[in-house]
């Protein structure tokens, strides 16, 4: 393909991104992931539970050759998300209050993509649905390092960030990789509720409230239902607890936020009588759309039977009384947590 205009540079690149709103924006070449080998293992000793998607194509999520011949680097941008949680019942994680991030994410590494393709070389954009390993490289990219918590820190943002690459044939300047800052904290894996992190760097995703409250599609074991607290939709305990958190910043995408109704309102009894209809409708264009209403419900379950009162058992009853049985069962247990 003819170039129609000049190869925009790692500076260019990293200038257009900032107008585009992401607040971070690395560069690292197209060399194989540096945990490759680390993330077979992980995979092949089935800590990814049912999250059979990440465990398939294993060269392809660690050699970006093998996702775009040719490549020579990869462009790692990310967008702060960071807000205050919302008062009432029930917390949901940070990243899911608002609007979908892979949308959001992949329209700008679109945008940005774009003065790479004008110049006629080869781009590919990915946000974590993709077959690549996304944190190795924001860290080789010198964005962040990945804690103890797995989490990718960044020094000033903290753990809450959303990252998205593309991978390009163009040759661009490398940023020097980011140093672990980490130390002799431990803070992550001492507040983790399940003991998820069983080492430094060491998720077993199975017991990971993230994984049970949104990938795990089924029954929530029931020993682990009780250290679910009150999270109805994912984790920010190991986020929440970093001291790279001083300097977090609310972010600056207005779609990432909350809307305005979801403070102070009884989150878990509305969510439990929400119809099919409302779910579909409410949740359009939110990560929470992921785990369908049958999800949502068993999760609101779960929340209701370590925190709810006697007020929440007329709602409850009438779940228990829903035809999806996974629905039921939660319903069922919830019940007997508050009246025992
Ligand atoms: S997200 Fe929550 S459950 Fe998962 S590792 Fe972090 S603290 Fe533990
Ligand atoms: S809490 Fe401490 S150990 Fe965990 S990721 Fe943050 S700095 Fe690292």
New binding site residues.
């Given amino acids: 393909m003819n170039a129609l205009v000049a190869a925009p540079d790692s500076v260019a690149i990293k200038a257009r991104a900032r107008e585009l709103g992401f607040d971070v924006c690395g560069i690292t070449s197209a060399d194989p992931a540096r945990h490759a080998d680390f993330f077979r293992q992980w995979s092949a000793d089935g800590k990814a539970g049912e999250m059979q998607w990440l465990a398939r194509n294993p060269d392809r999520r660690t050699d970006p050759q093998a996702v775009l011949p040719g490549a020579r680097s990869i462009i790692v941008a990310g967008l702060n998300y960071w807000q205050p949680q919302p008062e009432g019942r029930g917390r949901v994680a940070r990243y899911a209050l608002g609007d979908d991030y892979h949308h959001i994410l992949l329209e700008k590494l679109a945008a940005l993509a774009a003065a790479i393709t004008e110049a006629g070389e080869q781009s590919k954009v990915y946000v974590d649905t993709g077959p690549i390993l996304e944190k190795p490289l924001a860290e080789r990219a010198g964005i962040g390092w990945q804690g103890k918590?797995?989490?990718l820190i960044h020094p000033k943002l903290g753990p809450w960030l959303l990252i998205g690459e593309i991978l390009t044939t163009l040759e661009l300047e490398a940023d020097p990789p980011a140093r672990d800052h980490c130390g002799s904290c431990s803070r992550?894996i001492s507040?983790?509720?399940?003991g998820?992190?069983t080492a430094p760097y060491q998720?077993d995703a199975r017991?990971?409230?993230?994984?049970l409250t949104i990938e795990l599609k089924g029954s929530i074991p029931e020993e682990l239902r009780p250290l679910i607290g009150d999270?109805v939709y994912?984790?920010?305990?190991?986020?929440d607890v970093c001291p790279w958190n001083r300097f977090a910043q609310t972010t600056r995408e207005a779609r990432f936020l909350a809307p305005p109704e979801e403070s102070g309102r009884d989150r878990l009894r509305d969510l439990l009588e929400i119809t099919p209809a409302e779910f579909k409708r409410r949740f359009a264009n939110s990560p929470i759309l992921r785990v369908k209403r049958r999800g949502l419900l068993r999760n609101v379950c779960v929340v209701l039977g370590n925190i709810g009162t006697a007020e929440d058992l007329p709602a409850l009853e009438k779940a228990a009384r829903e035809e999806e049985p996974l629905v039921r069962e939660h319903a069922e247990w919830a019940i007997r947590r508050i009246k025992g």
């Fill in positions: 918590s797995t989490m992550c507040a983790c509720p399940t998820a992190i998720l017991r990971c409230i993230a994984y999270r994912g984790c920010d305990e190991c986020l």
